[in-house]
């Protein structure tokens, strides 16, 4: 494996408490959308929303994307001239897992209403595309294989998935699962064409911003929606108030 060269002299640093930062408002806005994730896990126990699969799974993504964003933002970021490339890894293997674990939570809530076989064979593939992309990111270190899982993960399993779920159940709860692939593309679109406002606030400041809308909505997804669903009936059941 060959580490990529990193050219630490157009970064953006403060020097704090005698502790060199790069990208500071790379740090900030991380934690930014560690705060929105732990809100949102928050939310969810509090409203109880934790007696299903589903509710259960999503909570855990909303954790896991918290610890994901905060050791990206401090590791992966404002000590990278200290970590290098590796430093990057925890973050984006925790960050891999919760997208899986959204995935699944996804599968468990549509699976009455779709095939047997076609519910089974993404619980497994689950597993493969994760560790496909986990060692791919591994060998070449590049951002690029987390992106794709990503991508894979929320819009053809997770976006797919609840829509079909919508065509059949009409869950309004579901729109905000749309609007956050929405912002979803946008934070995608900012980095692959590094949409900068500033020299200070780059093309990841302004795509994390996106991110945290899709982190509300995805919130707003998980206390409205409603999980049990009798499939001979198409009619969804609510099993909590939100």
Known sequence: MLEPTIDFTNMPYWHLFGI???????????????????????????????QTVPHRLMKLFFLLMGISTIIGGVIGHALLYKTGMYGKIP???????????????????????????????????????????MILSLITLRFTF???????????????????????????????????TAWGFVALLCHAYQLSIHYWFNYNDVSHLAMIAAILHYHKAAVGMQIEIKKEEMIPVRLENS
């Open 146 to 180: 987390v992106i794709m899982h990503a991508m894979y993960g929320l819009l053809a399993v997770v976006f797919s998935f609840e829509l079909y779920v919508y065509s059949k159940t009409k869950d309004p709860a579901l729109k905000h699962i749309f609007y956050a």
């Open 20 to 50: 060199k930062i790069l990208e500071p408002f790379t740090v900030l806005t991380n934690l930014f959308i560690a705060a929105a994730c732990f809100y949102a896990y928050r939310n969810l126990q509090v409203k109880g929303l934790t």
């Open 91 to 133: 973050g984006w293997y925790i960050g891999m897992a919760a997208v899986a674990v959204f995935e699944r939570a996804t599968i468990i809530h549509s699976r009455p209403l779709m095939n047997k076989n076609i519910g089974q064979f993404f619980s497994w593939f689950n597993y493969a595309e994760i560790l496909t992309f």
